[in-house]
């Protein structure tokens, strides 16, 4: 069976894929043995932001009580069950929506395992025990949660704990990346009792350090227990033994000490390598999206497979610019570009840092905590890191900035409406 494009995985990358290769009106078919959307909308950001919202409900709810602006709530009565068959109705909804939308345009989707075939130098993909050929195979089948081996049931990766609807009352996290800190800040809304570990010396250390160091502050605001420059040594009978000598007792434990590419079967003895912009040593194979180890985030991986697709088909050579990364909860952690640490000499660039309760909606929110940091080079911006609500739109403006190679005084030519959020990026500028 031959194809034009071919494809294995639908999540953001394949699916994205697939729709450049539709809209050119490419014979095109993919495969997908799970569901259509990939780890972040079935087991990724879509779920845990739906929980999310609740979490933030219960947030307002609190702080409104206190102020007496809102009698006290039963909170007693609140369901996690409910709200995991909620979070699930939305992620059926979603998959099945896209799915039907990628149909209609005309995508041929194989609900099965597949595997690679490679003869001379060219790919094939069987699936079931049919062989199919496309011009060109796309790899896209992207990761999975790094895992430990504690030996228990208690001990879950981001996949599984989806599937536990009972709230623990109390659960150590390992590792404070974007999926450990989400689901600390999630849990501690509802009432569980947290605690993180994290090997690092600080608090999510990818990021910035006025990130690490005010995402510490807000923990202990919060009352989330943080281990830095620790481990997990051995976990049995409910109690964690950490590399400091501490032992805590928790219902749960959450690995999320990261992920790992998927690779599909190849047939034969044959060794795939994977080298930049998304080429293989197999002529007719690329990969993109997580499989690729760039970048293991959903809207990298779209635009990777769009950037992808131009460069086969348009002879547009392959670009991908500044990934910007949300850390969700409340307040919102936003970051772009370059961290301070990492710069060698500070005298060649400029910081311009703004707290968010300097700008009058953060008080009609009740949403103070939290900073606008801007690092700019020879006048254009080169980093931002933002701790505040709505960081998540923030982000995105200083993207198009840094697309656009705006200089800071093209932004200061710009008009923000007051009174937002948004109007923290100039008056971080003016008054740096």
């Not at 039963?74 to 998959?95: A, G, H, Q, W």
């Not at 011009?135 to 430990?148: F, R």
């Not at 051995?234 to 219902?251: K, Q």
């Not at 640490?341 to 500070?346: A, E, N, S, T, V």
Request: one cysteine or more; glycine letters at 6%.
């Amino acid at each position: 069976m031959n194809y034009d494009v071919a494809i294995i995985g639908l999540g953001p990358a394949g699916i994205e894929f697939a729709k450049e290769s539709l809209k050119r009106g490419l014979k095109t078919i993919a495969f997908e043995k799970t569901s259509v959307g990939g780890t972040c909308l079935n087991l990724g950001c879509i779920p845990t932001k739906a929980m999310l919202a609740c979490a933030e409900v219960f947030s307002k709810i609190n702080v409104y009580s206190k102020s007496n602006v809102l009698p006290n709530t039963n909170l007693n009565e609140f369901s996690y069950e409910n709200l995991c068959k909620k979070r699930n109705n939305i992620v059926l909804k979603l998959s099945t929506a896209v799915q039907k939308d990628l149909e209609q345009k005309g995508l041929e989707i194989v609900h099965q395992s597949a595997c690679l075939s490679i003869n001379n130098s060219l790919a094939t993909i069987i699936s079931n025990g049919v062989e199919y050929c496309a011009k060109n195979v796309i790899v896209a089948t992207g990761s999975a949660p790094i895992d430990l081996n504690f030996n228990s049931n208690d001990v879950l990766n981001s996949n599984q704990i989806l599937q536990d609807c009972v709230l623990p009352k109390s659960i150590l996290i390992i590792g404070s990346g974007a999926i450990g800190v989400e689901w600390a800040r999630l849990l501690n809304s509802f009432g569980t009792k947290v605690y993180v570990v994290e090997k690092a010396q600080s608090l999510a250390p990818t990021c910035d350090k006025d990130i690490s160091t005010r995402l510490e502050r807000i923990f202990k605001m919060s009352k989330i227990n943080f281990y830095k420059n620790t481990t997990v040594e051995s976990y049995s009978c409910g109690i964690a033994r950490l590399s400091c000598g501490a032992e805590i007792p928790c219902e749960k434990i959450l690995c999320a000490i990261g992920r790992k590419r998927i690779l599909p079967d190849i047939v034969g003895d044959f060794s795939l390598e994977i080298s930049k912009n998304c080429k293989t040593n197999v002529k007719n194979l690329y990969v993109a999206g997580d499989v690729s180890g760039v970048t293991m985030l959903a809207h990298a991986a779209s635009h990777q497979a769009r950037a992808l697709f131009d460069e086969l088909y348009d002879g547009i050579e392959f670009n991908m610019p500044n990934i910007p990364s949300v850390i969700y909860g409340s307040p919102e952690i936003a970051s772009i570009g370059i961290i301070e640490q990492d710069i060698d000499d500070l005298n060649d660039y400029k910081i311009y840092k703004l707290p968010v309760s300097y700008l009058a909606k953060s008080w009609c929110d009740d949403e103070i905590d939290g900073f606008i940091k801007i690092i700019t080079h020879n006048d254009f911006i080169v980093g931002a890191h933002i701790i505040s609500k709505e960081a998540s739109a923030l982000i995105s403006q200083i993207a198009i900035a840094m697309k656009a190679r705006l200089k800071v005084q093209d932004l200061k030519d710009v008009i923000f409406p007051h009174p937002t959020y948004s109007e923290g990026i100039l008056e971080a500028l003016l008054n740096g």
